[in-house]
């Protein structure tokens, strides 16, 4: 791991990275996260029964607009085209719960971690706030970066 932060200055004040003079380069980001609940709560979300409505379609439709205001929620990201973005959502028994999995592509100057992180970030959310009239216990847990590729440091793997 670098030790080094490339939002901080000479100075120690944030500042936005300048990557105008990088390549374009095909980028792409896996990230996951959890939303554990009671069985009855993903019970209802699998059956339609939540009153909210379909709890994973909308889910699915709040990531991929996250992920494409990203550079709107986080300070230093930069405004980015996406290609694609991607959010899965699938019934985790073992949880039980919803696991959820966000990717996004760019082909571009800098990276898509935080917009793969956004994307399942907000899914999660979405699904806790569509279902809390039923389960105000659910968790939300263990969002974390999968997979990148492209760019100056390559691929990584958790």
Known sequence: MSGDLTHLGRD??????????KDDTRREATAEGTVT?????????LAGNARKG?????A???????AKRTSELIPLCH???????????APD?????????????????????MEALTAVSIACL?????????DRGMVIGGVRLLAK????????RA
Request: net charge negative; charged share 20%; glycine share 14%.
């Open 12 to 21: 120690g004040q944030a500042s936005m990275v300048d990557v105008g003079a």
């Open 37 to 45: 609940m009671a069985q009855e709560t993903l019970d209802a979300i």
């Open 54 to 58: 379909d709890v994973i379609g909308v």
């Open 60 to 66: 699915r439709i709040a990531g991929i607009m996250a």
């Open 79 to 89: 405004p980015l085209a996406l290609n694609a973005v991607e959010v899965e959502i």
């Open 93 to 113: 028994p073992a949880l039980p719960g919803l696991r959820v999995t966000g990717t996004a592509r760019v082909s571009g100057k800098t990276g898509v971690e």
């Open 126 to 134: 979405t699904i806790y706030d569509m279902a809390k009239a039923i």
């Open 149 to 156: 590729s492209g760019g100056a440091s390559g691929d990584w």
